[in-house]
């Protein structure tokens, strides 16, 4: 039995609705909501519209609930992401091969400024997905908000407090921690952040900056410079900087596109990184590696990533009253050719 609250607009779905819910709701068989959510010929009209109404009344889809798959399974879990982030797209061709040990296909649902997250949901829910795992999603989108209550959700790229969904993401605290300490090592103390912008992600990574600063005694040092996690974004920042008569000594950045646009603009100015400014990426992303860049970066552990996330999603599959969970992956620093001394004054 479907367990429901009441609002002043009539009752609101707060679980997982069966056919039998939608039987019990219209007064009519089982075997006849199923004809109904097939389209199958025989109900009356004034049946279709009473099971379908109900069905309304209690959020039922066919298909999309976990209980109903069981019986009907299409073992594929959807994967909502953006295309243009080297690591989201390592993360979901992770997850094709470790899903398909596992007996899952992956449907994808890449995200661009046509398709808002509303439509990649609808069509990942018509694809008959039972699990769903998504980048920096809007948490506030009602088709989200619809699919994390029906079957199993992770949210990955950000810090979200989803009632519904667990939440895989790197510890940003430590892995800025572990940048400002290298900074630091190397006698830095005028850092500067780009970033604060482009999400949630974009106002926790830059508070974390902030934390490790204030952690090592360089609050009154801090700077943010407000940049997503872009070229162009880095490429701003490092023109604003070229242009000061005292400029930061080290730069740190959302992520590693960001850093390669600020590596592009010093190069143009003729300033020598690490020598005059040193420069950190976040991501570790293959951009990062190229012998043209060498960027000294935060590593996110992409197996970790995507195992944590397909464990999450399978195991709530197994048990749909296990309570979300909160899994922070580990951070580490690669260190290349983009930082070194602090130049002297």
């Keep these: ?55 309304r009344e209690l959020g039922y889809r066919p298909n999309a609930s976990a209980r109903l798959l069981r019986r009907n399974r299409t073992k594929l879990i959807g994967a ?52 769903l795992f998504a980048f920096n999603i809007d948490p506030d989108s009602p088709e989200f908000r619809d699919a994390a209550s029906r079957i199993p959700t992770v949210l990955l790229g950000e810090w979200n407090d989803d009632a519904h969904s667990d939440n895989v993401h790197i510890d940003d605290d430590e892995a800025l921690r572990l940048v400002v300490e290298h900074l630091v090592s190397l006698g830095h103390r005028d850092i500067a952040y780009v970033g604060g912008e482009g999400g949630i992600v974009g106002r926790d990574r830059a508070v974390s900056y902030l934390r490790a600063m204030k952690e090592f005694g360089l609050e009154e040092r801090s700077e943010v410079i407000r940049g997503s996690f872009f070229e162009e974004d880095g490429a701003a920042a490092a023109r604003e ?32 990184v690490p020598d005059d400014i040193s420069v950190v990426g976040f991501d570790d992303s293959y951009v990062a590696s190229l012998s043209y860049n060498r960027l000294t970066t935060v590593h996110q552990d992409v197996d970790a990533t995507a195992d944590a996330t397909l464990g999450a999603l399978l195991g709530r599959l197994d048990d749909v009253d296990r309570p979300p969970a909160r899994i922070a992956t580990p951070a580490a620093l690669v260190i290349r050719a983009t930082t070194g001394p602090a130049p002297s004054a």
Excluded at 29 to 48: I, N
Excluded at 242 to 264: E, I, N
């Design 1 to 55: 039995m479907v367990e429901e609250s009441t609002t002043a607009t009539g009752p609101r779905v707060v679980a997982h609705p069966t056919m039998a819910d939608v039987a019990e709701r219209a007064g009519v068989s089982r075997p006849l909501v199923s004809m109904v959510m097939r389209d199958k010929p025989g109900p009356s009209q004034e049946s279709r519209e009473r099971i379908l109404a109900a069905a």
């Design 80 to 131: 909502i992401f953006w295309m243009g982030s080297p690591f989201q797209v390592r993360v979901v061709e992770r997850l094709f091969s470790a899903a398909a040990e596992r007996g899952y296909g992956i449907a994808l649902g890449p995200t661009t400024p046509d398709r808002s997250t509303d439509a990649v949901i609808d069509q990942l829910i018509e694809e008959r997905v039972e699990a």
């Design 241 to 272: 900087i070229v242009g000061r008569t005292q400029r930061p000594t080290a730069l740190v950045c959302a992520g590693d596109l960001s850093a390669v646009g600020a590596l592009a603009v010093f190069a143009q100015a003729g300033l020598s």
